[in-house]
């Protein structure tokens, strides 16, 4: 994450605002405690956190993923040149068991962020998310289990799955091994 240096990105939309730590919380349903260490680069905030504080500052979530300011009209990205968002942490601290690799990080204002997701353990916790957008994920490498709501539904290598991000998700590994998937996350 310190890569990226979101903490500080974020830092700075919040100190722009004259917000306090506080109040960010408050609007955010974040504790204090959680948008202090993500300033601090400490922990990695999963998409669905970042797309929040993306929605609360009114920024594309694309912001936090750019190296500059400029804008581009197209992007390559080089298998070598991914950007790895490591240490993916949830509010109640502990790890999640996956993380992420940002396929586009150059452009900015962008309609859609894409990423490959990688699921490297059983989870201890089976806590969901939801965020504005929409989301498309295909599993590239293992077999999956997508919490969907209520549902649990398995996805193997090969099958995808669209859909409206407001609805509480988690991706899962089905038995422990590492699963990959492509997701598309639309704000």
Not at 14 to 23: D, M, V
Request: net charge neutral.
């Amino acid at each position: 994450m310190s890569e990226y240096n979101i903490g500080a990105k974020i830092k700075k939309l919040r100190l722009a605002k004259k917000l306090t730590l506080q109040a960010v919380a408050k609007e955010t349903g974040f504790s204090p405690a959680l948008i202090s260490q993500i300033e601090n680069n400490n922990v990695s905030p999963p998409i669905a956190t970042l797309s929040r504080l993306a929605k609360f500052f009114d920024v594309k979530i694309g912001v936090f993923f750019a190296e500059d300011e400029e804008e581009y009209r197209y992007e390559v990205v080089r298998k070598g040149e991914r950007k790895l968002v490591p240490r993916v942490i949830s509010r109640a601290g502990t790890s999640q068991g996956y993380s992420y690799e940002s396929l586009s990080w150059r452009k900015q204002n962008k309609k859609m962020e894409p990423f490959i997701l990688a699921v490297a353990e059983k989870a201890a916790e089976e806590n969901t998310y939801s965020h504005d957008g929409e989301e498309f994920l295909y599993i590239m490498q293992g077999v999956a289990e997508l919490l969907l709501d209520e549902e649990r539904i398995t996805l193997e290598e090969g099958d995808c799955v669209y859909f409206d991000s407001s609805i509480k998700h988690r991706l899962l590994s089905k038995d422990g091994s590492e699963v990959k998937a492509l997701a598309v996350v639309t704000r």
